[in-house]
């Protein structure tokens, strides 16, 4: 990686050009309820010096927003790209509409082996054009709360860092925080080449963050690209929960630097913090953890227990917000298999013309959406997508991204029959599977 004083001068002479360069061209329509905004690279001093775009989803129906759910991708240019459509994903839209909150995802235009540091350190203008964003995202949505309410965060890699440099620098506004394979550099912990280290204000030992990485990052295979993630996770999570502050740490035991299951852990995690911290009238401050609830657990895994009855030092164990996310963070630790034995939402407004069939769905919020079965008279003649594609955990309906980001183009709700009987009038049935396996009620095309 060149050297940052010998490369902010070219990226600073560069930025009109940086702006059209590909693949940040290519995006999903932003017609309500999304709503885009974009900003060119800055040449000022302290400015962010890369083009960014911020994409919103407003919960359709909500009279007030509560939140803002963020959802933030990481270092290079293919992971920069993905977040182009992390506003789009079904299953992150399900946890933000639960709790009336909007869906934010960033997309930070950073070049091919350009310097990842000129964003994912908030302090280098990305903080500043993430609430410029929201303030100008809430007059075009028609929602100026956008600028105000609390945020909940979730980062990869370069996007962790991100996330917890946002909690560093406003702990009153971050509801919680998901450190996914990234955690920000505290004054307290031993300097890294090129990185400005963070002061640990008070204010953000009151916020709850998990440190989340795969075993190949430097737990159980010591030696690669990611083997730094590790020491990096042990020193942030000594130095938050060595002054109490409310942190865990959940090892996926099956990956590396990819996201793999860990959806399935953050999103109920973060649920969790929302439902406890979120004021119930809007402006109000964020409310503190319940104490009571907390439960505690050996950081490299095993079995978590009530925090009143755990018997070694409570500092060096990892936090948890309450027994039901501590069973689940149980089944991630030993192989990201997390139980969910709800049904996920039925489909709605299913409709057919013709032989091609349309409809709607919320995704669950435990276990997403899987796919779609059509039935035809009664019988099944197809899944939609026949094999779900995700190389990296379990199969989705929209895909997955290596930074936890739907690919384009955005998989559709809609099928076409490709053998209706001539001169019948068929009956048409759609049935959504979580990815736990779990059928919907069915629902009938009208």
Same mark, same amino acid.
């Given at each position: 990686?060149p050297?940052?004083?010998r490369?902010l =001068?070219l990226?600073l002479l560069?930025a009109?050009a940086? $702006?059209?360069?590909?693949?940040y061209?290519?995006?999903? $329509?932003a ?7 974009r900003?060119? %690279? /800055? ?9 960014a775009?911020?994409t919103?989803?407003?919960?359709? @129906? ?6 803002v *759910? #963020?959802?933030?991708h ?10 182009l ?9 399900a946890?933000?509409?639960k ?6 995802s960033?997309?930070?235009?950073? %070049?091919?082996?350009a ?11 990305s ?9 100008e ?10 600028a105000?309410? =609390?945020? $909940?965060?979730?980062?990869?890699s @370069?996007g962790?860092h991100?996330c @917890? !440099?946002?909690?560093?620098?406003h702990?009153?506004?971050?509801v919680a ?16 080449p ?7 204000p008070?204010?953000?030992?009151? #916020?709850?963050?998990m440190?989340?990485l795969?075993?190949k ?6 030696? !690669? ?9 042990q020193?942030f999570?000594? /130095? #938050?929960? &060595?002054?109490?502050?409310? #942190?865990g ?5 099956? +990956? +590396?630097?990819?996201? !793999? ?21 809007v402006?109000?401050p ?10 505690? $657990?050996?950081?490299?895994? @095993?079995?978590?227990?009530?925090? /009143?009855?755990?018997k ?10 309450n ?10 630790v030993r ?9 996920? %939402?039925? %489909? ?5 013309? &013709? ?9 669950? *919020?435990? /276990? &997403? ?8 008279d ?6 939609l997508?026949?094999k779900?594609?995700?190389p990296?955990?379990r199969?989705?309906f929209?895909?997955?991204q290596?930074?936890?980001? =739907?690919?384009q183009?955005?998989?559709?709700m809609?099928?076409t029959?490709?053998?209706?009987e001539?001169?019948? +009038?068929?009956?048409y049935?759609?049935?959504? *599977? ?6 919907s009620?069915?629902?009938?095309a009208?």
């Amino acid at each position: 990686m060149p050297p940052l004083r010998r490369l902010l =001068p070219l990226l600073l002479l560069a930025a009109p050009a940086l $702006a059209q360069k590909p693949p940040y061209d290519t995006f999903p $329509a932003a017609d309500p309820p999304y709503h885009r905004v974009r900003y060119e %690279p /800055s040449a000022e001093k302290g400015a962010l010096v890369y083009g960014a775009n911020f994409t919103v989803w407003i919960p359709p @129906g909500v009279k007030e927003l509560r939140g803002v *759910v #963020v959802h933030q991708h990481g270092c290079g240019e293919g992971s920069c790209k993905s977040g182009l459509t992390g506003a789009y994903d079904l299953h992150w839209q399900a946890l933000a509409h639960k709790h009336a909150c909007a869906l934010l995802s960033p997309a930070f235009e950073q %070049p091919d082996k350009a310097d990842c540091q000129m964003w994912c350190d908030p302090r280098n203008g990305s903080d500043a054009a993430f609430r410029k964003a929201l303030r100008e995202l809430g007059e075009n949505c028609k929602h100026p709360e956008l600028a105000t309410v =609390p945020w $909940a965060l979730w980062g990869h890699s @370069g996007g962790g860092h991100w996330c @917890g !440099g946002m909690v560093m620098l406003h702990p009153e506004r971050v509801v919680a925080a998901w450190l996914r394979s990234g955690v920000p550099l505290l004054a307290s912990d031993p300097v890294r080449p090129g990185i400005k280290a963070h002061t640990l204000p008070d204010a953000a030992l009151k #916020v709850p963050m998990m440190c989340n990485l795969g075993t190949k990052e430097g737990v159980t295979v010591k030696d !690669g690209q990611f083997a730094g993630v590790w020491p990096g996770n042990q020193k942030f999570f000594d /130095s #938050v929960r &060595g002054k109490g502050g409310r #942190v865990g740490v959940a090892i996926d035991p099956l +990956s +590396s630097h990819e996201c !793999g299951n860990s959806r399935y852990l953050a999103i109920p995690w973060l649920d969790a913090c929302l439902t406890a911290r979120l004021p119930k009238k809007v402006g109000d401050p964020l409310a503190d953890m319940p104490a009571n609830d907390a439960w505690l $657990a050996p950081i490299t895994g @095993g079995e978590a227990v009530a925090a /009143s009855k755990w018997k070694e030092e409570p500092r060096k164990a990892g936090w948890l917000p309450n027994e039901a996310i501590a069973k689940k963070w149980e089944q991630y630790v030993r192989d990201t298999i997390v139980g969910d034995d709800t049904p996920p %939402p039925a %489909p709605t407004n299913v409709m057919v013309k &013709g032989a091609v069939l349309t409809w709607e769905c919320t995704a669950d *919020v435990e /276990s &997403g959406l899987a796919n779609f079965v059509i039935e035809r008279d009664g019988r099944q003649i197809a899944t939609l997508p026949d094999k779900g594609k995700n190389p990296f955990g379990r199969p989705l309906f929209q895909g997955l991204q290596y930074s936890d980001t =739907p690919p384009q183009p955005l998989a559709a709700m809609t099928f076409t029959d490709p053998k209706p009987e001539p001169g019948r +009038s068929h009956s048409y049935r759609v049935i959504a *599977v979580n990815t736990a396996g779990l059928k919907s009620k069915p629902t009938e095309a009208k």
